[in-house]
């Protein structure tokens, strides 16, 4: 079953205080580890700057949204996105799960308590 992560970061003041050739290190050592990632499967559909112009704007500045062909790639990428040291840079938000279509999600709603 298809999962899917849904990520929205800010820039943290470590980030602003890096400079552009601690920024492009960074930016390469993520780059290295995506191919043992896509190789699982893990797919970046979307990634972007978050318009605050829309209705019930995020707090956040950037959004990614992934496509996981299972669980563990999923947990793969998460981990690997950990052991960047991401999350050092950057305040970030994830909500992810298996997808499932307008019907099933209306179903899951219904069945909230």
């Given at each position: 079953?298809?999962?899917?992560?849904?990520?929205?970061?800010?820039?943290?003041?470590?980030?602003?205080?890096?400079?552009?050739?601690?920024?492009?290190?960074?930016?390469?050592?993520i780059?290295?580890?995506?191919?043992?990632?896509?190789?699982?499967?893990?797919?970046?559909?979307?990634?972007?700057?978050?318009?605050?112009?829309?209705?019930?704007?995020?707090?956040?500045?950037?959004?990614?949204?992934?496509?996981?062909?299972?669980?563990?790639?999923?947990?793969?990428?998460?981990q690997?996105?950990?052991?960047?040291?991401?999350?050092?840079?950057f305040?970030?938000?994830n909500?992810?799960?298996?997808?499932?279509?307008?019907?099933?999600?209306?179903?899951?709603?219904?069945?909230?308590?």
């Amino acid at each position: 079953m298809a999962h899917y992560l849904a990520e929205l970061y800010t820039p943290k003041p470590a980030w602003q205080a890096l400079d552009a050739a601690g920024r492009q290190a960074f930016f390469e050592a993520i780059g290295a580890g995506m191919a043992a990632l896509s190789a699982l499967g893990v797919e970046a559909i979307a990634l972007g700057e978050t318009d605050a112009t829309k209705m019930h704007p995020a707090p956040y500045r950037f959004f990614a949204i992934w496509s996981f062909p299972d669980n563990a790639a999923l947990d793969a990428l998460l981990q690997g996105i950990a052991a960047s040291g991401w999350h050092d840079y950057f305040d970030t938000i994830n909500a992810s799960g298996p997808g499932t279509d307008l019907p099933g999600h209306l179903a899951q709603l219904a069945a909230s308590r």
